[in-house]
């Protein structure tokens, strides 16, 4: 479950819009980092309340492809990045470059998540 719910995101949101307060004094004041606050906002700018639904989903190798090549293309930032695309968090675009170029496409393959299945030996057991 996540820390802060839709609510205090969109508070801290429309705090910072107003132009009333900082990044810094809304985030000291819910408990949370600046850089939590201000991906908040972009993600706000970029879709709105939607940004801030749960999308629990794995991503395609030809999403993330596409994900990077607007970044390459538009200089946008990480984090302008995951706004436009409604990824959680920047570091998430981080780390599909940092595959990417170090260990090519492949690297970019969806994982399997879960505990693996057990054998069949050490069930017999």
Do not use: H
């Amino acid at each position: 479950m996540s820390k802060f719910t839709v609510e205090i995101k969109l508070n801290a949101v429309r705090r910072y819009l107003s132009g009333s307060e900082s990044y810094k004094e809304i985030a000291e004041s819910i408990g949370s980092s600046k850089s939590l606050v201000m991906n908040w906002v972009k993600l706000f700018e970029a879709q709105g309340i939607k940004g801030f639904e749960k999308n629990y989903s794995s991503y395609s190798v030809q999403f993330k492809l596409d994900v990077l090549n607007f970044m390459n293309k538009t200089g946008a930032s990480l984090r302008e990045t995951a706004s436009n695309f409604n990824i959680s968090s920047p570091s998430t675009v981080y780390q599909w470059e940092m595959l990417l170029k170090t260990q090519g496409i492949e690297a970019l393959e969806p994982k399997k998540k879960g505990r693996p299945p057990l054998k069949k030996e050490t069930i017999e057991k």
